[in-house]
């Protein structure tokens, strides 16, 4: 029977490449994006491949759409909590709209997802998967991103209290933890600079791609994983071993 795996953000960068390796592993997939225009790309990518998907298009701020998933969706196997927003602004400088919209993106809609789809798990007695995509930065803090480390170093905590609720159903918890990662070939040559200081950083001398990301994430739902649960798989070439 075909495994059925939901993925927030899928319409870019990291959540795309999810997308597009679950379905190639004959997912049936049920993918949120935030923007219509999104759509499009997905429809053509994925119907070339011929996947089974559903796209639905919402904000993950609105409660009501972030609800009405429960009636949408009967059921999942995996759940990829992929989608965020970022804040670069010095600590100071952060507003309480700006504090909001991202607590809102990156930890309470997560929240609130998880325990619409691990209740789902729990009353079809599916072993499932729940993969929070965080960032080293849940590991390590950064100028100029206090809200944006806030919440990732939450969603890290969340990851190991939900993996030891969930534990005695079966349903395993874990986070992939990115190092900076190129979502598009634009980046490179705009802001090239900024990208070899970040790199010169990182004892691998490289970024992670979506490809890697995407594969760490298909791996956690495979029988090689089913005794990992509650940690974290940081993916940062090194970055948070030490100096």
Not at 196 to 219: C, D, H, M, Q, W
Request: hydrophobic share 40%; with cysteine.
């Amino acid at each position: 029977m075909k495994k059925i795996t939901l993925i927030t953000g899928a319409g870019r960068g990291i959540g795309k490449e999810i997308a597009i390796k679950f379905g190639e592993e004959n997912h049936i997939l049920f993918l949120l994006i935030q923007k219509k225009q999104q759509k499009k790309e997905l429809i053509k990518i994925l119907s070339k491949k011929k996947i089974d998907y559903s796209i639905l298009v919402g904000d993950l701020k609105d409660r009501n759409f972030v609800k009405s998933l429960d009636k949408k969706i009967p059921k999942v196997n995996n759940l990829i909590n992929n989608a965020a927003v970022a804040n670069t602004k010095y600590f100071t400088n952060v507003s309480r709209k700006e504090l909001d919209n991202i607590m809102d993106v990156n930890l309470k809609s997560i929240f609130e997802i998880s325990q619409i789809f691990s209740k789902k798990m729990i009353k079809k007695n599916i072993e499932g998967n729940i993969i929070n995509i965080s960032s080293q930065l849940g590991h390590t803090a950064a100028y100029n991103r206090s809200a944006y480390c806030m919440t990732k170093f939450g969603l890290e905590g969340l990851t190991k209290s939900m993996a030891l609720d969930l534990a005695k159903y079966g349903i395993k918890v874990n986070s992939i933890a990115p190092t900076k990662t190129i979502v598009n070939l634009e980046e490179l040559s705009k802001t090239k600079k900024r990208l070899n200081i970040i790199r010169n950083k990182i004892p691998l001398k490289k970024f992670s791609t979506v490809k890697e990301i995407a594969g760490i994430a298909y791996f956690l739902t495979t029988e090689a994983a089913n005794s990992i649960t509650g940690t974290s798989i940081i993916s940062d070439g090194g970055w948070t071993a030490g100096k």
